[in-house]
């Protein structure tokens, strides 16, 4: 027991005498602001893409000197940005830093270096040096390069100086096309490249090398690209062309090739349609009225009907097995020209009926678009099919969706009024879906949401 004691007595002093010793190596300096003695930066001038070599030299007489933040800011964005230890009571250093030639990139900019000395006592002393100039490189030549295969290289013609913009009028190539833009071209009218060359830096236009993407010119309304613009200050391209004539024929048997998707039976494609053009259509061997979507289209005679949508590029698919063409926008067309909806137990509005059994993207065979009829307000036909669960609720269910996919937003039902025979549900799991109510009903109704009121509202057909 004693030998505890002494144990225990000889830690407590060893404690203390740690306490001690600690407290005597902390250093308290008097207060004291650190000095930036100097920051030179060895160009008054450069051009985009070279460097600036600079010295720093900073002090503290009294408290050591802890690290320095360097910014180096062009056109008020951070290009380069470090923290440097610095050690003792005075310190020298040099840095290399580039600037880089990108998007709006004005000539004669101002490149400012932004100091922040701190010593060991946390005391700042902050300080700009602003001593030399970036200018933007003279682009004398330029050149559109299209891939291997896709086309000869054509030269851009500067028609606004003040803004950079380039253009080529009467070029040769298809609605899409890769690319590259290059400053320089050898004999054989292909990419040199000791000059400078544009390819695709992110999602974006900017500086590659040899490693690096083409990008993509593609524009499907137009029958060939025949214009060029870019702007070499904005870094952003723009094509135009002859735009497609809208179709006023269409054979589903030939005008749709046979695709893949979730379903077999479909041929499907793009088509160009015009809004309140009459289409005639060949290969629907059915009641015309009964094979095309109401949504879509004014069906005016035995094989004619007006189409009702914006002029534009379509997804058009034709089921062979149900003789029905689904028509909707382009994948990537989002609200507010157009909502989806997906969910389960419904179809299209035409026999024989079939609906969906879960929540998918695969095919038009799980969701369908609402067409924009006017400002805020969507309609979309569908086949519904509302029997009863044993939860009590109707089976007829789905949202409303701003893209076509599950990466969107949703419409919320509890923003909305709901008119029967539809209802907003709240319980788990179901919550903001629309619904068909605790009714058993089927037939083809047509469902309008308006942003304007904040209303849902369903009318049957038939």
């Not at 050690?87 to 900019?109: E, H, Q, W």
């Not at 109707?394 to 509890?414: C, I, P, T, V």
Request: glycine share 8%; hydrophobic share 40%; net charge neutral.
């Amino acid at each position: 027991m004693k030998n505890i004691i002494k144990f225990l007595l000889l830690i407590c002093v060893s404690l203390a005498y740690v306490a001690c010793t600690n407290e005597d190596i902390i250093v308290k300096y008097p207060a004291s602001t650190p000095r930036i003695d100097s920051a030179v930066v060895a160009e008054t001038q450069i051009t985009y893409g070279d460097s600036i070599h600079v010295k720093f030299a900073v002090s503290d007489k009294v408290a050591p000197l802890s690290t320095l933040l360097i910014r180096v800011v062009v056109n008020n964005a951070v290009i380069s940005s470090e923290t440097v230890r610095t050690k003792g009571n005075s310190s020298r250093l040099s840095r290399i830093y580039s600037v880089p030639f990108g998007a709006n990139c004005p000539d004669n900019a101002p490149i400012k270096i932004y100091l922040t000395e701190t010593n060991v006592s946390g005391i700042v002393k902050d300080s700009i040096v602003s001593t030399t100039l970036a200018k933007r490189p003279v682009i004398d030549n330029l050149y559109v390069v299209p891939d291997f295969g896709l086309g000869t290289s054509t030269k851009l013609t500067l028609i606004d100086a003040a803004n950079y913009v380039y253009k080529a009028t009467g070029l040769p190539y298809a609605n899409t096309f890769t690319y590259k833009l290059a400053t320089k071209l050898d004999k054989f009218k292909r990419i040199d490249w000791t000059g400078m060359v544009f390819g695709k830096v992110g999602t974006g236009i900017g500086l590659i090398d040899q490693t690096g993407a083409s990008l993509t010119a593609n524009d499907q309304t137009l029958v060939s690209i025949s214009d060029f613009t870019f702007d070499a200050f904005k870094f952003t391209s723009i094509v135009g062309g002859k735009l497609l004539e809208p179709v006023t024929t269409l054979n589903v048997n030939t005008d749709l090739p046979a695709i893949v998707l979730s379903s077999t039976n479909f041929q499907g494609g793009n088509i160009y349609f015009g809004e309140n053009v009459e289409v005639t259509f060949t290969g629907i061997t059915t009641d015309l009225a009964n094979s095309i979507s109401p949504d879509y289209f004014r069906v005016t005679g035995a094989n004619t009907a007006v189409f009702l949508g914006k002029t534009g590029l379509y997804k058009a698919y034709f089921l062979t097995s149900a003789n029905y063409l689904y028509i909707e926008p382009q994948p990537d067309v989002v609200s507010p020209n157009v909502l989806w909806i997906c969910g389960a137990n419904f179809g299209r509005p035409s026999s024989p009926y079939t609906t969906t059994s879960s929540w998918n993207w695969n095919s038009p065979l799980d969701y369908a678009p609402c067409r924009l009829i006017s400002t805020g307000v969507y309609q979309v036909t569908i086949y519904a099919n509302n029997t009863i669960g044993t939860d009590g609720f109707g089976a007829f269910n789905f949202k409303f969706f701003d893209q076509r996919g599950w990466s969107g937003n949703a419409e919320l039902a509890s923003s909305y009024t709901v008119s029967l025979p539809l209802v907003g549900r709240t319980d788990v799991n179901n919550v903001d879906n629309v619904s068909g109510s605790t009714t058993a009903f089927a037939g083809v109704y047509q469902i309008t949401l308006n942003q304007n009121d904040k209303t849902i509202k369903a009318v049957k057909l038939n």
